[in-house]
């Protein structure tokens, strides 16, 4: 079982930056991807970027890896989410997910992962 809980979210002004945390806890298997996903109020899940383990391949949103990043710490077991140039549009709950076993085209599809934060809210004031 894989306990992973996510940190940082808050409430920030445009332009602001902001680095949310996921660390991990639990698990066993040595291939995996780490993601973090987004949900706003009313719209569907939206993947923002990956990691592959034990490769290290970085996946990433086109419509997002110029303001947001994700990065790891394994001594730490804890992947980041640094975002810059917050928009209003950014306001959403922001998880963390863990999918086993993973295939490249299946890291960006949320469904396929097995194990969920619990989610931090990020609010943007215009």
């Known amino acids: 079982q894989v306990h992973l809980v996510e940190s940082g979210g808050g409430f920030v002004q445009t332009g602001d930056s902001l680095r949310l945390s996921c660390t991990a806890s639990g698990g066993t298997s040595n291939s995996y991807a780490m993601a973090w996903f987004r949900q706003a109020r009313g719209k569907e899940r939206e993947f923002i970027a990956a990691i592959r383990w034990p490769n290290g391949a970085t996946f990433s949103s086109d419509a997002l890896k110029g303001r947001f990043t994700m990065s790891k710490d394994n001594a730490k077991k804890t992947v980041y989410l640094q975002m810059s140039s917050l928009k209003p549009e950014d306001t959403a709950v922001y998880y963390c997910?863990?999918?086993?076993?993973?295939?490249?085209?299946?890291?960006?599809?949320?469904?396929?992962?097995?194990?969920w934060g619990q989610g931090t809210q990020v609010t943007v004031s215009s």
């Open positions: 997910a863990r999918l086993i076993n993973p295939i490249a085209s299946t890291i960006r599809t949320g469904d396929r992962y097995q194990y």
